[in-house]
C-alpha cells in the first residue's frame, strides 16, 4: 500500500491538438483507488499522432486508454500505462483503419490485470505487457486483428507465481508474431498463444523456467497458412507443453523442448487437409523422469510429414507417434535411462520408422505399419530385457531389428503381404526371436551370436509360396526353428 497523503494526489496533464496533426495526453496518480482514463477519437488530415499515457503508484487502481481513428488518414497511435502496487487493473484500446499502433503495459505487484485490444491496422500492430518484481497471480492478455498487417505480441513475467498470460492474433495477409516468457517464479503458470487467419504466416514462442504444474500452449491454424511454434520449459516439475497446428494448406514446424524436468508432458499435433504440405514435429526431453512425448501428424496427398522423439538420461520415459498420409518419416531415440516405451504407428505409403534405445533396461519399442512400401526398424543396445516388435501389413515392406550387446531381449517381427523382407540380429545371451511372414516372395533372416552357452532361440514361420528362411547361431545350448507352409 502506497500512501503518500491522506487524500491521494492526482495530476492531470491533458494537451489536445498540442501542435498540428497531433493529440498528447498524460495522466499521473499516486495513491490508492484512483481512476485514470484517456479517449482519443479521430484525426487530423494528413499523417497524425496521438500518444495516451497512464501512471499509477499505489493499491487498487484502474486505468483505461481508448484510441479510435475511425475512418480518418494515416494515424500512429501510441498508448502506454505503468501500475505499481497491489490489485491494480488496466486496459489499452486501439482501432486504426490505417496506420500503426503501439502499446507498452508495465506492472508491478501482485493480483495484477492487464489487457491490449488492437484492431483495424492495415499496418501493423506492435503490444508488449511486462510484469516484474516477483509479482504474484498476474494475468496479461493480448488481442490483435488486422488486415495486410504485421501483429507483433510480446508478453513477459518475470519472478512471478500463479502468472497467466494469452495473446489472440488473427488477420487476413497478415504476419503473426508472439512470444510469452514466464521465468523466475517458483508457481504454477500458464500461457496461451491462439493465431488464425487467412494466407497468414504465423510464428509463436512460450518459454517458462522454474515453474510447477505449469502449462504453455501454442494454437495456430487458418486457410493458406504457414504455421511455426517453439515451446521451452526448464527446470520444472508437472509441466505440460501442447503444439496444435491445422488448416488448409500450409507449411507447419512445431518444437519442444523440456529439460530437467519431472513427470512433463510434451504433444504436437499436426493436421492439413490440403494436398503436397510439409509438417515437422520435434520433441526434445533430456535428464528428467516421468516424461512422455506424443505426436500426431495427418497429411493430405503428397505431403511430408517428419516426426522426432529425443529423450535422453531420463527414467520411465513414454514416445508416441501417430502418422497417416504419404512420405512419412518417425525416428524416436531413447538413451541411458530405464522403463522406457516406444510406439510408431504409421498409415499410408512409402514410410519410414526407426527407434533407437541405447543403454536401456525393461524398455519396449514397438513399430506398426499399415500400407504400401514401408520400412522399419529398432536398434537396442546396452540393454537388458527389452522387447521389440514390428507389426507390418500390405506389401514391399523391409523390417529391421537388431539387438546387440544385451541380454535376456525379445524381437519379434509379423508381416502380412508379398514381397516382404525380415532380419533379426542378437548378440548376447538369453535373447529369443520370432519372425511371422504370411504371403509370396518374403525373406526371413535371423542371426544370433552367444558368448559359450548363448541360450538362444530363433523362430521363423513362412505361409506361402517362392519364400526364403536363413538362420545362424553361434555358442552353444541354442534352439532354431523354421517352418514353411500354405496357409
Same mark, same amino acid.
Do not use: C, K, P
Given at each position: 500500500m502506497f500512501k503518500l497523503t491522506p487524500i491521494a494526489v492526482s495530476l492531470l496533464l491533458v494537451s489536445t491538438a498540442s501542435f498540428a496533426g497531433g493529440?498528447?495526453?498524460?495522466?499521473?496518480?499516486?495513491?490508492?483507488?484512483?481512476?485514470?482514463?484517456?479517449?482519443?477519437?479521430?484525426?487530423?488530415?494528413?499523417?497524425?499522432?496521438?500518444?495516451?499515457?497512464?501512471?499509477?503508484?499505489?493499491?487498487g487502481n484502474s486505468m483505461q486508454i481508448t484510441q479510435d481513428t475511425g475512418t480518418d488518414l494515416p494515424t500512429l497511435l501510441n498508448a502506454n500505462s505503468t501500475q505499481v502496487g497491489t490489485g491494480n487493473g488496466g486496459s489499452i484500446t486501439q482501432t486504426n483503419t490505417l496506420g500503426i499502433d503501439n502499446a507498452l503495459v508495465v506492472?508491478?505487484?501482485?493480483?495484477?490485470?492487464?489487457?491490449?485490444?488492437?484492431?483495424?491496422?492495415?499496418?501493423?500492430?506492435?503490444?508488449?505487457?511486462?510484469?516484474?518484481?516477483?509479482?504474484?497471480?498476474?494475468?496479461?492478455? /493480448?488481442? +490483435?486483428? #488486422?488486415?495486410? $498487417?504485421? !501483429?507483433? @505480441?510480446?508478453?513477459?513475467? &518475470? *519472478?512471478?507465481? %500463479?502468472?497467466? =498470460?494469452? /495473446?489472440? +492474433?488473427? #488477420?487476413?495477409? $497478415?504476419? !503473426?508474431? @508472439?512470444?510469452?516468457?514466464? &521465468? *523466475?517464479?517458483? %508457481?504454477?503458470? =500458464?500461457?496461451?498463444?491462439?493465431?488464425?487467419?487467412?494466407?497468414?504466416?504465423? @510464428?509463436?514462442?512460450?518459454?517458462?523456467?522454474?515453474?510447477?504444474?505449469? =502449462?504453455?500452449?501454442?494454437?495456430?491454424?487458418?486457410?493458406?497458412?504457414?504455421? @511455426?511454434?517453439?515451446?521451452?520449459?526448464?527446470?520444472?516439475?508437472?509441466? =505440460?507443453?501442447s503444439i496444435n497446428q491445422g488448416g488448409f494448406r500450409g507449411a507447419k514446424a512445431g518444437w519442444v523442448l523440456q529439460s530437467n524436468t519431472q513427470n512433463g508432458s510434451g504433444n504436437i499435433n499436426q493436421n492439413t487437409s490440403g494436398p503436397g504440405q510439409l509438417?515437422?514435429?520435434?520433441?526434445?526431453?533430456?535428464?528428467?523422469?516421468?516424461?512422455?512425448?506424443?505426436?500426431?501428424?495427418t497429411g493430405a496427398g503428397a505431403g511430408l510429414l517428419n516426426a522426432s522423439v529425443n529423450q535422453s538420461n531420463s527414467y520411465g520415459v513414454y514416445a508416441g507417434v501417430q502418422q497417416?498420409?504419404?512420405?512419412?518419416?518417425?525416428?524416436?531415440?531413447?538413451?541411458?535411462?530405464?522403463?522406457?516405451?516406444?510406439?510408431?504407428?504409421?498409415?499410408?505409403?512409402n514410410m519410414n520408422a526407426y527407434t533407437t534405445q541405447v543403454g536401456t533396461a525393461l524398455a519396449i519399442a514397438a513399430i506398426d505399419q499399415t500400407g504400401e512400401n514401408n520400412n522399419a526398424a529398432i536398434l537396442q543396445a546396452l540393454g537388458v530385457a527389452d522387447i521389440a516388435a514390428i507389426d507390418q501389413s500390405g506389401s514391399g515392406h523391409n523390417a529391421f531389428i537388431g539387438q546387440v550387446l544385451a541380454g535376456g531381449n525379445s524381437a519379434v517381427i509379423d508381416q502380412d503381404g508379398t514381397n516382404q523382407t525380415a532380419a533379426v540380429v542378437q548378440a548376447g545371451?538369453?535373447?529369443?526371436?520370432?519372425?511371422?511372414?504370411?504371403?509370396?516372395?518374403?525373406?526371413?533372416?535371423?542371426?544370433?551370436?552367444?558368448?559359450?552357452?548363448?541360450?538362444?532361440?530363433?523362430?521363423?514361420?513362412?505361409?506361402?509360396?517362392?519364400?526364403?528362411?536363413?538362420?545362424?547361431?553361434?555358442?552353444?545350448?541354442?534352439?532354431?526353428?523354421?517352418?514353411?507352409?500354405?496357409p
Open positions: 493529440r498528447t495526453a498524460t495522466i499521473t496518480q499516486l495513491g490508492d483507488a484512483n481512476t485514470g482514463g484517456v479517449t482519443q477519437t479521430g484525426s487530423d488530415v494528413g499523417l497524425n499522432f496521438a500518444t495516451g499515457t497512464i501512471f499509477q503508484l499505489g493499491d506492472v508491478e505487484g501482485d493480483n495484477n490485470t492487464s489487457t491490449i485490444v488492437q484492431s483495424g491496422a492495415v499496418i501493423g500492430n506492435g503490444a508488449g505487457i511486462f510484469t516484474v518484481g516477483g509479482s504474484q497471480n498476474s494475468t496479461a492478455t /493480448i488481442n +490483435q486483428s #488486422g488486415v495486410l $498487417a504485421l !501483429n507483433a @505480441a510480446v508478453i513477459t513475467q &518475470v *519472478g512471478t507465481d %500463479g502468472s497467466n =498470460s494469452s /495473446i489472440t +492474433q488473427t #488477420g487476413i495477409a $497478415a504476419i !503473426n508474431v @508472439a512470444a510469452i516468457a514466464e &521465468v *523466475g517464479g517458483n %508457481g504454477t503458470s =500458464s500461457a496461451d498463444i491462439m493465431q488464425s487467419g487467412t494466407v497468414v504466416a504465423n @510464428a509463436a514462442a512460450i518459454a517458462q523456467n522454474n515453474a510447477i504444474n505449469s =502449462s504453455a500452449s501454442v494454437t495456430q491454424g487458418g486457410s493458406e497458412t504457414a504455421n @511455426a511454434g517453439i515451446i521451452f520449459q526448464l527446470n520444472s516439475d508437472g509441466d =505440460s507443453a509438417q515437422v514435429a520435434t520433441i526434445n526431453q533430456n535428464n528428467g523422469q516421468f516424461m512422455l512425448a506424443d505426436v500426431s501428424q497417416t498420409g504419404a512420405n512419412l518419416n518417425a525416428n524416436v531415440e531413447q538413451h541411458y535411462s530405464a522403463f522406457d516405451a516406444s510406439f510408431i504407428n504409421q498409415n499410408g505409403e545371451l538369453l535373447n529369443a526371436s520370432t519372425v511371422t511372414q504370411n504371403g509370396d516372395g518374403s525373406l526371413g533372416l535371423v542371426a544370433q551370436f552367444g558368448n559359450g552357452n548363448g541360450v538362444n532361440t530363433a523362430n521363423i514361420t513362412q505361409w506361402g509360396s517362392n519364400n526364403f528362411a536363413a538362420e545362424l547361431q553361434v555358442g552353444g545350448g541354442n534352439t532354431a526353428n523354421i517352418m514353411q507352409g500354405n
